[in-house]
């Protein structure tokens, strides 16, 4: 089901600045229909920003409970999805989708710079340290895929074959956009940034 989204109420923009919350230009934040501004603090918005619900709770190791909400983030053209929990960013979170129900707290930055492939189309060499047996990744490798490229280098046209599906398939995953899937857990990461 598609979010929609909408402008901030004036009243909740009056809302989110008596809780030490700015933004370089409130028009570009925009949330969802069930939003609240109740725990959001300390936080600033940069760029387009979409916001989810802030409801639900997350149950942590050692029987502690916690409140989704925003604490403590620089947040720079990034949607958050519904009811999660996200403090304690020193730097900065840029350029990220982050799923619903993510836990993210105590880190340095999380940030895409530029356009990146993810590690998709890059070559790796394997067995043996003066290379000549590179092996193609990408997220969808397998472990026979692999076992060809490096066994079978007899075969020329299987190995061009598959370096190109590898690179067809890197340039439709490359985005200047980063994605953390929901039900993520990142704690206490000192820097995160994809710019390959």
């Known amino acids: 089901m598609e979010r929609i989204y909408r402008n901030l109420s004036k009243a909740e923009i009056n ?8 933004a370089d230009d409130w028009s570009k934040v925009f949330v969802s229909q069930y939003f609240i501004s109740e725990h959001i603090d300390h936080v600033h918005f940069s760029g387009k920003v979409y916001l989810g619900s802030f409801n639900g709770e997350f149950d942590l190791p050692g029987g502690m409970h916690k409140k989704a909400g925003l604490h403590h983030v ?16 020193q730097n900065y979170v840029a350029n990220y989708i982050i799923g619903d129900h993510t836990f993210i ?28 047996r ?17 066994f079978y280098r007899h075969r020329p046209s299987l190995i061009t074959r598959l370096k190109e599906l590898t690179e067809d398939y890197a340039r439709q995953h490359t985005s200047n956009y980063g994605v953390i899937g929901s039900h993520a857990f990142i704690m206490n990461s ?4 994809m710019y390959v």
Do not use: K, P, W
């Open 15 to 22: 809302q989110l600045e008596r809780q030490t919350c700015s």
């Open 74 to 89: 620089t947040l720079h053209n990034v949607t958050v999805g519904d009811d999660c929990c996200i403090e304690n960013i």
């Open 105 to 132: 707290n105590n880190c340095g930055m999380i940030v895409v710079d530029g356009t990146s492939s993810f590690g998709n189309g890059l070559t790796v060499s394997v067995l043996n340290e003066t290379g000549g």
């Open 134 to 150: 590179e092996v193609y990744i990408y997220n969808e490798l397998s472990a026979q895929q692999a076992y060809i490229q490096t």
């Open 190 to 193: 000192g820097y995160i940034q």
